[in-house]
């Protein structure tokens, strides 16, 4: 598969992501807010994913968007600009994923969500 295309594909993914936790937030009662956080961090994982492939830059497969969007940094600085959004989602990427090992509030799952479209309007204006 050529770069663009899979470029295209991790942007794909990264906007289901988004979609999924926009639509589990506005649809499912009672919201599953675990499940709507990891799908935000997965939405902004993505999109920087995405950014390193079109840079020629295989991606790790990690999940730390610390670490991801300091790698962004090393192509191009601006990526310093939502290292915070990112490591705010960072404690989203594993935790949720087991009962009991992360305690999340109403609020967090619309912040999240609003933080990883953020990150994914952003990355996707980068990739332009």
């Known amino acids: ?14 906007k289901t992501d988004l979609d999924v936790a926009e639509q589990l ?5 009672p919201r599953p807010l675990e499940v709507i956080c990891f799908h935000a961090q997965q939405s902004a ?6 950014f390193l492939i079109k840079s020629n830059i295989l991606p ?4 730390d968007l610390n670490n991801l969007c300091e790698m962004c940094s090393e192509v191009n600085n601006t ?6 959004l990112c490591g705010s989602l960072n404690r989203y ?4 994923r087991y009962p ?3 305690e999340i509030l109403e609020n967090d799952a619309e912040v999240a969500i609003k933080k990883a479209s953020e990150i994914f309007k952003w990355v996707t204006k980068k990739l332009q």
């Open 45 to 50: 994982e993505k999109a920087l994913k995405a």
């Open 100 to 102: 009991f090992e992360i």
């Open 79 to 84: 990526f310093d600009e939502i290292s915070l």
């Open 1 to 14: 598969m050529e770069i663009p295309e899979l470029v295209a594909e991790w942007l794909k993914y990264s």
């Open 60 to 63: 790790p497969k990690i999940h």
């Open 25 to 29: 937030s506005e649809h499912m009662h």
């Open 93 to 96: 990427s594993v935790l949720p």
